[in-house]
């Protein structure tokens, strides 16, 4: 069974900074891309970061480019979210999610975690 699980969440400062993890289990996941994703109260989910776990390309929102920075570590089978310079708007849950190659969406989600920006 896949889990994922999110960690690092929490209240932090404008301009401050926080690191989010995402334990993966259940699968090998070098066929997958990992991601991370983002839910503002009242807003839609909306895409943040992603990066192949096989190969490491990354791809980032451009509201978090420059700031934020995805990375894994496949010895431990793990995903990481580097967030610097926060801002008030980044306010939201975070969730990571896991992608196979070929699939048309993404397969399997974390539960969440949240993350505050205070002025």
């Known amino acids: 069974q896949v889990q994922l699980v999110e960690s690092g969440g929490g209240l932090v400062q404008a301009g401050g900074s926080l690191r989010l993890s995402c334990a993966a289990s259940g699968r090998t996941f070098s066929n997958y891309y990992m991601g991370w994703f983002r839910q503002a109260p009242g807003k839609e989910r909306e895409f943040v970061a992603s990066i192949k776990w096989s190969g490491g390309s990354t791809a980032y929102a451009d509201s978090v480019r420059g700031r934020f920075t995805i990375s894994r570590d496949n010895a431990k089978n793990a995903g990481y979210l580097q967030m610097n310079s926060l801002k008030p708007e980044d306010t939201a849950v975070y969730y990571c999610?896991?992608?196979?190659?070929?699939?048309?969406?993404?397969?399997?989600w974390g539960q969440g975690t949240q993350v505050t920006v205070s002025l």
């Open positions: 999610a896991a992608l196979f190659i070929t699939s048309r969406r993404w397969d399997y």
